[in-house]
């Protein structure tokens, strides 16, 4: 069977590889150019700016290319591979620059990197949103599973020589042992060059869940988190926070005395969480309930923030919904016991109750816990056991790709759940 006529996973325009590079060169190195032009630089530093032009154009060309090789699965993994793509391109521009000699535009070539990486980040999301991918399913395994997530059409193949023209990709499972029919047209795929996604790898990627139901020796060593990057994300972590602290003082200051002209009782709330190594942490955070009357229930109730929880104030709701009652967790974040991102700590209480149903669920405090994490941003806050369990399936797939790109990913989500107050209780 020939397969010529193979649909592109890229059926709507803007996803095309030529559009989003050329929208890149006006927004990221034509635009930038014409405004320092018409800006009317000395005669010596239209050089500068046209080797920095030329320069740009390179890095966006290679930086969309390597975009869309370093990271086929479609889906988080993709949209988390946009800004590594974007700083090995720039990267590697300016180590050109620099020991070939040639002389550019420091403020050019900056604003040509950020430009560049926010106009592809919102092309990939543009792309999530709008492009329903067409799956064909080969029918050898477990695949009910896969079948579940929406946005995507699944279409099983029930033969090995069925026309896939209709299909832009191919799932199976690398984990069965395949026939000789299917191992044929498998190599046929791949010279032809058809995406065939492993089912686990691609069921990842589009929930952004790594669903473990009990740890083995394989889930080990793909879910170690980075010791390397452990090290330096700490010490960006309590850089960041004395310098946002000392910046946010009076800010936080200003809430504070709110809460104590709005509400009886302390400014700020305290509660035993657990932390970093399954350690027993106090976590801060700015008061957004009404103090509650000794024995007024049992603790593991009382720690559960429910839908429209009454005991919620009204400036409380606003802190909630705009995330401002985090900012005392910076104080955690110079104490060493939490990160900006990373799974969110649990009250001592749920914890343990959370242990005794979910019996890895401990493996969670590998990392740090965050003041912002993966789950938070997917998923929204959660209390009961099975969208716990639910909540953990995103806090392995987070410590699986524990690295700067994915944490610069929930910064993005952040800010708009801060902006739309999306999972606030």
Request: one cysteine or more.
């Amino acid at each position: 069977m020939s397969l010529t006529g193979v649909r592109s996973l890229r059926p709507v325009f803007w996803a095309r590889l030529r559009f989003q590079i050329l929208g890149g060169i006006l927004l990221a190195a034509v635009l930038p150019y014409a405004v320092r032009l018409a800006a009317g630089p000395a005669p010596s530093d239209v050089a500068l700016l046209n080797n920095t032009l030329f320069g740009t154009i390179a890095a966006i060309v290679i930086g969309g290319w390597l975009m869309r090789n370093v990271a086929p699965y479609p889906g988080s993994e993709g949209l988390a591979s946009t800004l590594p793509s974007i700083g090995v391109a720039f990267g590697g521009l300016l180590i050109i620059f620099v020991f070939g000699r040639i002389s550019y535009n420091r403020a050019n070539l900056s604003a040509g990197f950020v430009l560049t990486a926010i106009w592809f980040f919102i092309i990939s999301v543009l792309v999530q949103r709008h492009q329903q991918l067409r799956i064909g399913i080969v029918p050898l395994g477990d695949v009910t599973q896969i079948q579940e997530i929406p946005n995507v059409s699944w279409q099983v193949l029930q033969s090995s020589d069925q026309d896939i023209s209709n299909i832009d990709a191919i799932a199976i499972d690398l984990r069965v042992d395949l026939t000789d029919d299917w191992d044929r047209r498998l190599a046929d795929y791949a010279l032809q060059r058809v995406p065939v996604y492993h089912t686990k790898h691609l069921i990842e990627s589009l929930t952004g869940r790594v669903e473990l139901e009990h740890l083995s020796e394989n889930s080990f060593g793909s879910l170690e988190p980075r010791p390397d990057y452990m090290m330096l994300k700490f010490a960006v972590d309590w850089i960041a926070a004395l310098v946002l602290g000392l910046t946010l003082l009076p800010v936080m200051l200003f809430i504070a005395l709110l809460i104590k002209m709005t509400s009886k009782g302390p400014a700020l709330f305290r509660q035993q969480r657990i932390g970093y190594q399954g350690k027993p942490f106090t976590v801060y955070k700015f008061r957004t309930m009404k103090v509650a009357l000794d024995n007024a229930g049992d603790a593991r109730n009382l720690a559960i923030t429910r839908e429209k929880d009454d005991r919620i104030t009204t400036l409380g709701r606003f802190l909630r919904k705009s995330r401002l009652d985090e900012l005392p967790q910076i104080l955690n974040v110079l104490k060493g016991e939490m990160s900006w991102i990373g799974p969110r700590p649990e009250a001592e209480v749920l914890s343990r109750w959370y242990e005794q149903e979910i019996p890895f669920y401990r493996y969670r405090h590998i990392v740090r816990p965050g003041i912002a994490g993966w789950a938070q941003v997917c998923q929204g806050h959660v209390a009961e056991v099975d969208d716990v369990r639910s909540k953990l399936h995103y806090d392995f797939y987070y410590i699986k790709r524990y690295s700067p790109w994915i944490d610069l990913l929930i910064v993005i989500r952040t800010v708009r759940t801060m902006m739309t107050g999306y999972g606030a209780r």
